[in-house]
């Protein structure tokens, strides 16, 4: 079975900072896909950025990136010039491709943004 | 925007009792999953379903927990009895036939609190 682990329960950086959310997995596939989503305080959870394990340049969406390490399994998410509405929790989720497309989430990593 | 919506949003009850939460997905999302995160958890899939069928419920409490998409649309979660243990955020979730290259899009929650 797969796992995801967040070894940051907590963050907090100012406004404006870089900051990187780490996040590990485990798992025997070969392909598979990785995800962050991002829950802000009372409202739905949302997609912040995917990786197809197959590829090996690293995704990118605006602010949001990631370093994606297969060997190590390993994909954190870094966060430029960080602004108020990206605080919320943060979650690393594994998917493998089969007709039972669960996501396998970890235990999330709650960041504020002090201004 | 199409959004997923659930109702309540939120829902209170004593243990022994029975309670419904209602889904319904993006419009022509054939796709729908139901996850229960508990306070300070990732979430975790009770069931999956693909059009009206069930497709993964292997983590669903079946002696107390059922799940219906009778028309392929909408969704019911049952719980019945409700124990304290499920206290938790009901979220529900859809995809577009072909998840892997889609995004689940999820709702705001239903959280219950049960006493």
């Known amino acids: 079975a797969q796992t995801v682990t967040q070894s940051q329960p907590e963050m907090s950086v100012q406004e404006a900072e870089t900051v990187t959310l780490s996040c590990t997995y485990d798992t025997s596939e070969s392909n598979y896909y990785l995800f962050w989503y991002k829950q802000p305080p009372s409202r739905q959870m949302i997609l912040v950025i995917r990786q197809e394990a197959y590829k090996q340049q690293n995704a990118t969406e605006n602010r949001f990136s990631v370093n994606f390490q297969k060997a190590a399994k390993s994909f954190s998410l870094k966060i430029s010039d960080s602004q108020l509405g990206d605080t919320a929790m943060y979650f690393c989720?594994?998917?493998?491709?089969?007709?039972?497309?669960?996501?396998?989430f970890g235990q999330g990593t709650r960041l504020t943004i002090n201004p | 925007e199409a959004e997923v919506a659930q109702s309540p949003r939120y829902k209170i009850t004593e243990k022994s009792q029975a309670v419904a939460f209602w889904c319904d997905p993006i419009?022509?999302?054939?796709?729908l999953y139901w996850y229960r995160q508990i306070l300070g958890q990732g979430p975790e899939l009770l069931v999956q379903?693909?059009?009206?069928?069930?497709?993964?419920d292997s983590q669903l409490p079946k002696d107390r927990f059922s799940a219906e998409r009778l028309k392929g649309v909408d969704s019911t979660l049952k719980i019945q009895p409700a124990e304290l243990g499920d206290s938790a955020m009901y979220l529900c979730?859809?995809?577009?036939?072909?998840?892997?290259?889609?995004?689940?899009?999820f709702g705001p929650g239903t959280r219950l609190t049960v006493l």
């Open positions: 379903f693909q059009d009206e069928s069930v497709v993964d």
């Open positions: 989720a594994f998917m493998k491709p089969s007709r039972a497309q669960k996501l396998v």
């Open positions: 419009s022509g999302h054939a796709t």
């Open positions: 979730a859809s995809s577009s036939r072909d998840a892997v290259t889609d995004t689940q899009y």
